[in-house]
């Protein structure tokens, strides 16, 4: 689940991507997103290498790196939908729960299955018991 936290965080300096000027989200050719600041300390030599994959991307300017809109988009909707102070780790800490949950979900089911298979079990005794006794 490593890959939900990159979506929403800089590579370079670990932050948020936001939807201002210091920490938006910039695409290299590669696909890849790094913040505007740490953009502006990989560009050397009308290159960028790519942190992620390693791959080179040039422009003649720094100002032709374009900015990632659909992720500007997704954090907007995210801001609006699922919490009033968007918290990008929060929502990558929750994904990485689920495996989590569902494993508590299935020992529990194991252990409610457990409980009811003994009760049954009980049950049949106790019938058994009943019928024998009425028997004799
Ligand atoms: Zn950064
Ligand atoms: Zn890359």
Do not use: W
């Not at 100002?63 to 929502?91: E, H, R, S, V």
């Not at 949950?101 to 252990?111: A, D, F, G, L, P």
């Amino acid at each position: 689940m490593q890959e939900i936290n990159s979506v929403f965080e800089c590579t370079i300096c670990l932050q948020s991507f936001t939807t201002e000027e210091d920490h938006l989200p910039k695409i290299l050719a590669c696909g890849h997103n790094i913040c505007s600041k740490s953009v502006s300390t990989l560009f050397e030599d009308r290159t960028i290498k790519c942190p992620v994959c390693r791959k080179l991307s040039k422009y003649d300017s720094i100002d032709d790196i374009p900015t990632d809109c659909k992720l500007i988009t997704l954090i907007q909707f995210l801001k609006k939908t699922t919490y009033f102070n968007f918290a990008p780790g929060l929502i990558a800490n929750e994904f990485k729960e689920i495996p989590k949950i569902v494993s508590k979900i299935q020992r529990e089911n194991k252990k409610i299955k457990e409980f009811y298979d003994l009760r049954i079990l009980k049950l049949k005794k106790a019938c058994k018991m009943i019928l024998e006794h009425n028997e004799a």
